[in-house]
């Protein structure tokens, strides 16, 4: 192979590895996401370690997002992490901040006259979504950092991986649905 064929070569491998690059990043950054969760807030809904979340980007912004869908949300107080969570409100409803900071199952009676400061309602502002953790005891969400902006939020969770097999994990696909029943 001669020096000119080489740098062909080199040339080409350059131009068709930034072009790979910058689809893998278009695709990424406006089509779907593959990410990693962690933490005990989603349980049972998603593992706590090893799993794997399928979210798409169409429902960027908060575009379609309806009640009961789970996200991929920027943490308002520190936008460099990211959290999985449920909406369990949307613009203009009313939410009980935390239903169970009163609970006589969870507190003594003079427990809950304390905590009757947390037994208030917020009505959510437009451009915001309320968002729980489906495992509410081991969760830090809308109850601590009080309404999210729809702006903050990266995509709708379609799927997950439990990838602690490795890749057979693959295989191990299971659909994330909206858990929201309208009673009306």
């Known amino acids: 192979m001669t ?18 690059g910058c689809a893998v990043h278009l695709v990424h950054d406006y089509t779907y996401e593959f990410t990693e969760t962690r933490g005990e807030s989603m349980l049972p809904t998603l593992q706590n370690y090893f799993d794997y979340a399928h979210a798409l980007k169409k ?37 009980l901040i935390d239903p169970s900071s009163s609970s006589p199952l969870t507190n003594t009676p003079a427990e809950i006259v304390q905590h009757d400061g947390f037994n208030k309602y917020i009505r959510i502002p437009e451009g915001h979504v309320w968002c729980t953790g ?10 601590s950092y009080s309404a999210l902006p729809m702006g903050l939020i990266i995509g709708k969770i379609v799927g997950a991986n439990h990838l602690d097999k490795g890749i057979r994990g693959y ?10 029943i309208d009673e009306e």
Not at 3 to 20: A, D, N, P, Q, Y
Not at 59 to 85: F, N, S, W
């Open 171 to 180: 295989l191990d696909f299971r659909r994330i649905k909206n858990t929201f």
């Open 134 to 143: 489906d495992n509410l005891s081991h969760s830090l969400d809308s109850r």
């Open 3 to 20: 020096i000119r064929e080489k740098l062909r070569f080199g040339w080409l491998t350059l131009t068709w590895s930034l072009r790979v």
């Open 59 to 95: 429902y960027k912004l908060g575009r379609g997002i309806e009640m009961g869908d789970c996200i991929v949300a920027m943490k308002p107080t520190d936008p460099d992490h990211r959290v999985c969570k449920r909406v369990t409100g949307m613009p203009g409803d009313l939410i």
